[in-house]
């Protein structure tokens, strides 16, 4: 696979529900304030995938080498998951992943559903 299938980058970046969301809102608006990103989902619980609360954090590809090495070392102790776009969500989350911090256990069979529903939706949307 060629790195030109990278169509981006998503980070998700977890907190400690206990803890509250005040250090994430923190360390979000540091990251939105320094670089250019497109900000996602929160999520204030563990969904989907993704085994506790988070918040998501999008970028183009070539702003990897500005980013990533800022999230190193500004992450607070946050478990950061760092993962590109090329279309393959079970790949990206998994084999392709770059962790900061712990690693923490995505739930495959949740990404795997996402996937065939959006195969559905899109082959239903194709036959109108």
Sequence with gaps: METDTIQGYHIHIYYP??????????FR???AARFEVELGM?????????????FQ?????PRFAEIVPWLMLNRGGLDVLVHPETGDDVADHGDFAL?????????????????????Q??????AD
Excluded: C, Q
């Design 99 to 119: 962790w900061l911090g712990r690693v923490l256990p995505i739930d495959f069979e949740a990404i795997r559903a996402f996937m065939a529903l959006r195969r």
């Design 42 to 54: 929160w999520r204030e619980t563990a969904g989907g995938p993704h085994p506790s609360a988070m």
């Design 57 to 61: 954090v999008t970028f183009a590809a």
């Design 29 to 31: 608006d540091a990251l």
């Design 17 to 26: 529900e206990a803890a509250g969301p005040e250090l994430a809102r923190a």
């Design 121 to 126: 939706r899109e082959g239903h949307g194709a």
